[in-house]
């Protein structure tokens, strides 16, 4: 998570989405770089509501921009299978060594996912809370150029990422019954992808009800 005081701008880190080489990027004008422990890197909007915004509200302003990017839900899982296929996790539970992508997605629609399949979900990641806390504006992984416009805009300087810490090449191939059943248990992650336009705007998924 990035935090850049001046321009009252929170820069959430979804993992698998290039937020390494956006840290590297964004350092020399960042005012927090939070880089550990991963828990609070990859932050979650609710993790965010509840431990940093209440204090950069009250010595920054209330009105900060919260922005975050997103990758094609596929993609995204591909890029998690990719990185657990890295030989320094053979032999761990979260290793994907051995494992086709096919097997992995299925693994990752199961009710318990076995830990190699344990990633999570971005629209969660990203969910809106309660009290109306949530990205303002979401950008496409795949659509760098318009989240360098929105920096530059907002940050009245040029700025640019180069690819950082990229995971080997691997086949992501999948059967035609696993992606439906993906685009099925997981539609939100495609409605929110799906939903955002060119300048970072975007519709969030419905603010869950309390239970009870």
Known sequence: ?????KHKLVF?????TGTTAWQAALAPFASMIVTDPPELKHAPVFRYNRFFRPALEKFI???????????????????????????FLEGKPTSTAGISFDAFAQDYLKGK??????????????????NGTAA???FRYEDQPA???????????AVKATRINTSPAAPLSLSDETEARLRRKYAPDFRLY??????????????PSPIG
């Open 194 to 207: 799906d939903s955002i336009g060119e300048h970072g705007h975007y519709t969030p998924e419905p603010v």
């Open 61 to 87: 302003g209330a009105d900060l921009h919260v922005i975050a990017v997103m990758r094609d839900p596929i993609d995204w899982l591909g890029s998690w299978y990719r990185y657990r296929q890295r030989p």
């Open 12 to 16: 959430l880190s979804v993992p698998k």
């Open 1 to 5: 998570m990035l935090v850049f005081s």
């Open 136 to 138: 303002t504006h979401l």
């Open 113 to 130: 996912q076995p830990r190699h399949a344990n990633v999570g979900s971005q629209s969660k990641f990203l969910e809106p809370q309660r």
């Open 147 to 157: 989240l360098e416009r929105y920096l530059e805009g907002r940050m009245g300087t």
